[in-house]
């Protein structure tokens, strides 16, 4: 089983709001591995999957989000879920 | 029918949200949240509840990704994936579907998760996440009404239909199939409202805060949504009176809509400035910022509505507010006026409670300088904002020279703290409202960058005409005699000193006042964003010559 982990700051005006914690949550389906999201880096860590759990989550602007993943595209699901929250949530390509 | 055609013929007001015209009947928007759902159908089995609650979530997820489908409008298609996404939560259904397995009914038990879900959205003090527990709201009503077999039926409403109810979901907006004469009439609602900027958009006249629409489904009704009225149970003669005016409006319609992103002149060539009022960022949402040559009055208000003793919005919140509105103004003028609190417009905790006469009282910049902590955050916040846009600071209820010569040094002193912090203010301007008389007259004798007549104040105090009286409407006439004399006074007097002047109450945006106004002298026009084409229509058909004020 592959691991992978990595951190990034959400910048986005708004925190993790409606909009991006649904596309989040898509991007995140898009994987097989187990993906798991925390704003602590000592946890609670929750179902990055799960947009119920996401926002409650009630990210604001400027929070560190801690990513982990467990499975086989581990380390492209963490990749993506970085990429996604560096650029602001801008459209994702279809497939990323 | 005929418990319809027995109601007695009254008309009833409301605010417009979305202009037009339409003639038609009543029909009921019901579907409250659970309201006699449960009652109509009996619990099964666990297993039979489990599938009933699979069916009406499936049907529910059809029906928002159809929605989604069918919207070009980016903001409701994700307030509807944010909807669906949901949805499709097993976090959110896997324990409605335990409870159902202890022999909980599908709807309560929905309902419950929901209302848990909901809670916790209203709980928040971020303005952001409560307002995400109405679109939880939505889809539980959504799923409740499947639940019933009740839902699908709103798609498709008469020719005619007028919808009357206490508030419209937007979801609920979105999958109704609007034709042109159609309209809706809400006891609640708000004109900044996601349905009132999608009503304006489709083109569905739209009243809000309509009292006593408690008309039953079949009644006769005329909605006149420029007059602001719902005329229940008309005779003939209110309907030919409707019908002259629904055709007046739609000629004027036709004429303005071709015209109202150019800029507008008098038929003799006067350059006008056309300016908008809002209530808040969100009453730009979709706007078009060449309809505009900058905006004209920005009612702090909104940031302060709903909230109260030490939940004020603090000095971030608001300049990220006030710079959103710079940014959409794209280097158009701005004006903010900071907050007109008192009068009908009380804040718990902030405003004096028990005021005999609250529009004569302790309000606007009298409260202001009153409540000095408050008003010095208000002020930083503009100040950093000015870096951001062109910034007009605009003050109201001024009545004597003192007040904006302390609003002045307060100014200053918040300006020169800014820069010794190593973050100095950009450039912006100060003015003053003009709406108390005694402000109109000793114009000369007032510090101020510019001035901008508070037109709907003005009246009420010139006029001793209360605002919140109907039975004295007749007399707050902008086009009396004694208004526009002052009106002329100001504008002249501004004019003699140079100062910018225009006009930011009802009347700036009313095209049977705007011809007087121009006469009046003045160039620059404030209005609610509904009334730029008619207003730019009504200029653009004015010769200055000719017309005495």
Not at chain 2, 27 to 32: D, N
Not at chain 2, 321 to 347: E, H, M, S
Request: aromatic share 4%; with cysteine; net charge negative.
């Amino acid at each position: 089983m592959t691991k992978a982990n990595a951190s990034v700051l959400l910048f986005h005006e708004v925190g993790l709001h409606a909009r991006p914690s649904v596309k989040l949550t898509k991007v995140a389906k898009g994987f097989g591995a187990r993906i798991e999201l925390a704003t602590n880096a000592d946890g609670p860590w929750i179902d990055a999957k799960s947009i119920v759990r996401v926002m409650a989550a009630k990210a604001p602007k400027d929070t560190v989000l801690h990513f982990r993943a467990e499975g086989g595209d581990a380390e492209a699901a963490v990749a993506a879920l970085v990429r996604l929250v560096e650029s602001d949530f801008a459209e994702v390509e279809e497939g990323a | 029918m005929t418990a319809a055609s027995a109601q007695p013929n009254r008309v009833l007001q409301g605010r417009t949200a979305a202009p037009g015209f339409a003639a038609g009947r009543i029909v009921r928007l019901e579907r409250e949240p659970g309201s006699g759902a449960a009652a109509a159908r009996a619990v099964g089995t666990p297993d039979e509840e489990a599938a009933a609650l699979k069916a009406a979530l499936a049907a529910a997820s059809a029906d928002l990704a159809g929605l989604i489908g069918g919207l070009d409008d980016a903001e409701a298609a994700a307030m509807l994936e944010f909807q669906l996404a949901m949805l499709e939560d097993d976090a959110l259904t896997e324990p409605v579907f335990a409870a159902l397995a202890e022999g909980l009914g599908a709807e309560a038990a929905f309902a419950a998760q929901l209302d848990a879900e909901i809670a916790g959205y209203r709980a928040s003090d971020d303005d952001y996440f409560r307002a995400r527990g109405s679109d939880l709201e939505d889809l539980k009503a959504r799923v409740l009404a499947h639940l019933a077999g009740a839902a699908g039926a709103a798609g498709a409403l008469a020719d005619d239909a007028i919808l009357v109810g206490r508030d419209l979901a937007p979801s609920r907006f979105l999958e109704i199939d609007w034709r042109p004469g159609q309209g809706i009439a809400l006891a609640e609602g708000s004109l900044t409202s996601h349905v009132a900027i999608l009503a304006r958009a489709r083109g569905i006249p739209m009243l809000v805060g309509v009292a006593g629409i408690d008309a039953p489904e079949g009644t006769e009704a005329l909605l006149d949504a420029e007059a602001g009225t719902l005329h229940l149970a008309p005779d003939a003669a209110d309907r030919a009176a409707f019908d002259i005016r629904r055709s007046a409006g739609r000629d004027r319609d036709r004429a303005a809509g071709a015209q109202a992103f150019e800029p507008a002149a008098t038929a003799c060539g006067t350059p006008v400035q056309v300016l908008l009022n809002i209530g808040g960022p969100g009453d730009l949402a979709g706007l078009d910022p060449a309809l505009c040559d900058g905006i004209g009055l920005v009612r702090t208000e909104f940031l302060f509505h709903g909230r109260g003793g030490d939940d004020l919005p603090g000095e971030d919140e608001q300049f990220e507010a006030y710079r959103a509105i710079l940014a959409w103004a794209d280097g158009r003028p701005v004006t903010i006026r900071t907050l007109d609190a008192g009068g009908d417009k009380p804040i718990p905790g902030y405003t004096l409670d028990g005021e005999a006469n609250p529009f004569l009282g302790l309000r606007g910049v009298r409260l202001s300088l009153a409540r000095e902590a408050v008003f010095r955050i208000q002020l930083r916040a503009l100040l950093r904002a000015a870096a951001h846009g062109p910034l007009k600071i605009m003050i109201p209820m001024v009545a004597v020279p003192a007040e904006m010569a302390a609003v002045q040094a307060l100014v200053d002193r918040e300006a020169a703290a800014l820069a010794a912090a190593g973050t100095p203010p950009g450039r912006f301007e100060l003015g003053m409202m003009v709406e108390v008389p005694a402000a109109a007259l000793t114009l000369d004798l007032f510090a101020a960058d510019f001035v901008s007549i508070g037109s709907n104040d003005l009246i009420q105090y010139l006029m001793a005409a209360g605002r919140d009286s109907a039975a004295v409407a007749a007399l707050a006439d902008p086009l009396a005699p004694a208004v526009l004399r002052v009106i002329e006074t100001v504008a002249r007097d501004a004019a003699a000193r140079g100062l910018p002047v225009s006009l930011c109450g009802d009347a700036g945006g009313d095209p049977a006042a705007i011809p007087h106004l121009l006469a009046a002298g003045l160039r620059a026009l404030s209005m609610g964003a509904a009334a730029v084409p008619r207003a730019k229509a009504a200029i653009r058909a004015t010769h200055l010559t000719g017309i005495r004020p």
